[in-house]
Nanobody, 126 residues
Framework: QVQLVESGGGMVQAGGSLRLSCAASGRTASMYSMGWFRQAPGKEREFVAG????????YYVDSVKGRFTLSRDNAKNTVYLQMNSLKPEDTAVYYC???????????????????WGQGTQVTVSS
């Protein structure tokens, strides 16, 4: 079992930055691929970024490439999503997810992940 707790959400103006954190407890987080998803009102939850257990592979949805950076600190059992140049369309509840995985695998679908956090709200005003 893994428990995930997100933090760092908030309200910013367009062009601003936020850093989301996802702290994992329970089994060692280094055994899991980690992902961030987001869900805006009336929309489906979508993949934003994911990082492999080994930190070798990182993937981003096209709309955030060049603006968001995903990293992990396995010693702290924490993953970070640095979000720069935020846009109003980035407004959503952001969820952290974990999947027990091999070293290189990065799932990109909701159904592939085993554990989820409670979500943190990100609001970007124009």
């Amino acid at each position: 079992q893994v428990q995930l707790v997100e933090s760092g959400g908030g309200m910013v103006q367009a062009g601003g930055s936020l850093r989301l954190s996802c702290a994992a407890s329970g089994r060692t987080a280094s055994m899991y691929s980690m992902g961030w998803f987001r869900q805006a009102p009336g929309k489906e939850r979508e993949f934003v970024a994911g990082i492999s257990r080994s930190d070798i592979n990182t993937y981003y949805v096209d709309s955030v490439k060049g603006r968001f950076t995903l990293s992990r600190d396995n010693a702290k059992n924490t993953v970070y999503l640095q979000m720069n140049s935020l846009k109003p369309e980035d407004t959503a509840v952001y969820y952290c997810a974990a999947k027990f995985s091999t070293n290189y695998y990065v799932p990109k679908t909701v159904g592939a992940y085993d554990y989820w956090g409670q979500g943190t709200q990100v609001t970007v005003s124009s």
